[in-house]
């Protein structure tokens, strides 16, 4: 039951100190995760020290979420380094058996986002790290409990619905990674919502169409990520949302539309 609850205690860990680095995708400031161990079937005789076990998980954590971001950004040379990172960063060799096969599983994934030859290519990986994640905390009795945040407060100006968009696609990871019913279904339930893009966007010219379509595949996304059940689909759902998330950021030089001016 130690090991179990230090892995949870872990993502807690790794969670807390993204957030404090105020990732670009969603404000600083709000509360990301919190922890509470399960109850675990009996731990092996030996393993390795248990402040290893939480620096070892997370490193893994934060390199995952500086993946992520890489791609919502769009900045395909920025996922060359976590997803390398993780792809051939080893385990103590006092690792147990059990855990050692999820550290190679997600090494494997992992080595398909270092080795994608464009975004999209690294997002679909991304999406099936998340599962590689769930995967590892289900199996080891250590699911991470998520306290949801409340939404940011619904408003017209640009950075306001890109706020609300941000955290709907951070609740998604957290049910992918989690996994988390409540949180998958909060940010599903979000992007399934009309009205995600605001209305500025129609004066930034020849892109506006093209951010249009974007819209709507959020939406159609996040419809059908309501009803989705499957682990597998929803991982390649959420490679589907970065991706569109990558490509409005790349018509939107600033990651953003602008905020008009008052």
């Keep these: 039951m130690i090991y179990a609850r230090m892995i949870s205690l872990a993502a807690g860990l790794a969670a807390a100190s993204a957030a404090c680095g105020k990732p670009t995708h969603e404000p600083a400031g709000e509360p990301v995760?919190?922890?509470?161990?399960?109850?675990?079937?009996?731990?092996?005789?030996?393993g390795p020290p248990l402040a290893e076990v939480a620096e070892h998980m997370k490193a893994h954590f934060l390199q995952v979420r500086a993946l992520k971001d890489a791609v919502i950004a769009g900045d395909y040379a920025a996922?060359?380094?976590?997803?390398?990172?993780?792809?051939?960063?080893?385990?103590?060799?006092?690792?147990?058996?059990?855990?050692?096969e999820h550290v190679t599983d997600l090494k494997v994934v992992?080595?398909?986002?270092?080795?994608?030859?464009?975004?999209?290519?690294?997002?679909?990986?991304?999406?099936?790290?998340?599962?590689?994640?769930a995967n590892c905390h289900e199996d080891l009795k250590a699911v991470p409990q998520?306290?949801?945040?409340?939404?940011?407060?619904?408003?017209?100006?640009?950075?306001?619905?890109?706020?609300?968009?941000?955290?709907?696609?951070?609740?998604?990871?957290?049910?992918?990674?989690?996994?988390?019913?409540k949180s998958w279904q909060a940010g599903a339930s979000l992007l399934a919502q009309p009205g995600l893009f605001p209305a500025e966007l129609s004066d930034i010219g020849a892109g506006a169409?093209?951010?249009?379509?974007?819209?709507?595949?959020?939406?159609?996304?996040?419809?059908?990520?309501?009803?989705?059940?499957?682990?597998?689909?929803?991982?390649?759902?959420?490679?589907?949302?970065?991706?569109?998330?990558?490509?409005?950021?790349?018509a939107v030089p600033t990651g953003a539309p602008k905020q008009p001016t008052p």
């Design 146 to 181: 998520l306290a949801i945040p409340p939404a940011p407060l619904y408003g017209d100006r640009p950075d306001e619905v890109m706020r609300r968009h941000a955290w709907a696609a951070e609740r998604m990871w957290e049910g992918l990674f989690g996994p988390s019913e």
């Design 79 to 100: 996922t060359r380094a976590p997803s390398t990172w993780l792809a051939e960063h080893g385990a103590p060799s006092d690792f147990p058996d059990s855990w050692i």
């Design 110 to 133: 992992a080595a398909g986002a270092r080795d994608a030859s464009d975004l999209a290519g690294v997002a679909d990986a991304v999406g099936a790290l998340g599962r590689s994640c």
């Design 33 to 46: 995760t919190t922890t509470a161990p399960r109850a675990s079937p009996a731990e092996p005789a030996a």
């Design 209 to 250: 169409p093209e951010l249009v379509q974007l819209e709507a595949r959020v939406r159609e996304i996040g419809n059908e990520a309501v009803s989705e059940t499957d682990s597998v689909a929803r991982g390649a759902l959420y490679g589907r949302l970065l991706q569109t998330c990558a490509s409005c950021h790349q």
